[in-house]
T-cell receptor, first 113, second 111 residues
Framework: DTGVSQNPRHKITKRGQNVTFRCDPI?????LYWYRQTLGQGPEFLTYFQNEAQLEKSRLLSDRFSAERPKGSFSTLEIQRTEQGDSAMYLC???????????FGSGTRLTVV | EDKVVQSPLSLVVHEGDTVTLNCSYE??????LLWYKQEKKAPTFLFML????IEKKSGRLSSILDKKELFSILNITATQTGDSAVYLC???????????FGTGTRLTIIP
């Protein structure tokens, strides 16, 4: 148990379908981050929230991607019209005792076929 | 653009060996450098380094930062099979909330 729960663990979808992932931090944190990790690469920043507000979005986050954090607790990441290039591990993270010492969730592995 | 380069990309050693993993960085207005360990899923935090020459230590793992030469090393002594993982180095660019990660070093410990 990492302190950040992500669901589902795995998702296989056909190209063109929409998918939604959820991140539930166990403890209240005002900041929440989404990263994407492809095989053989380090995690890449996608977006982050301070409470309900989405404060920064990477240029990796095309208009097919949308993220929300409606009550400042859990967060969802939706990908519309999935493409094979979206296949990756999607990681959610919250700060630990200092801003960058994140607690990561176990991730959602997306495979687009 | 900010950059983090890790070497080697992969390393295979026998149990009991000592390993040194390298991380070099280019970042505007350095603030800190972080090391994470990723076994199967979630990266787990190891160290955060902010000052040159001050070693951070946790058991058999230690790390040090050289802000003049822009690199950090992670040492693991008396390696065990449980040390097999990808080790990630990351820096936060100035004025930015995100972390920029390197590609990682995949360490495999042979029993």
């Amino acid at each position: 148990d990492t302190g950040v729960s992500q669901n589902p663990r795995h998702k296989i979808t056909k190209r063109g379908q929409n998918v939604t992932f959820r991140c539930d931090p166990i403890s209240e944190h005002n900041r929440l981050y989404w990263y994407r990790q492809t095989l053989g690469q380090g995690p890449e920043f996608l977006t982050y929230f301070q409470n309900e507000a989405q404060l920064e979005k990477s240029r990796l986050l095309s208009d097919r991607f949308s993220a929300e954090r409606p009550k400042g607790s859990f967060s969802t990441l939706e990908i519309q019209r999935t493409e094979q290039g979206d296949s990756a591990m999607y990681l959610c993270a919250t700060p630990r005792d200092s801003l960058y010492s994140y607690t990561f969730g176990s991730g959602t592995r997306l495979t687009v076929v | 653009e900010d950059k983090v380069v890790q070497s080697p990309l992969s390393l295979v050693v026998h149990e009991g060996d000592t390993v040194t993993l390298n991380c070099s960085y280019e970042v505007t207005n350095f603030r800190s450098l972080l090391w994470y360990k990723q076994e199967k899923k979630a990266p787990t935090f190891l160290f955060m380094l902010t000052s040159s020459g001050i070693e951070k230590k946790s058991g058999r793992l230690s790390s040090i930062l050289d802000k003049k030469e822009l690199f950090s090393i992670l040492n693991i002594t008396a390696t065990q099979t449980g040390d097999s993982a990808v080790y990630l180095c990351a820096v936060p660019p100035f004025g930015n909330e995100k972390l920029t990660f390197g590609t990682g070093t995949r360490l495999t410990i042979i029993p």
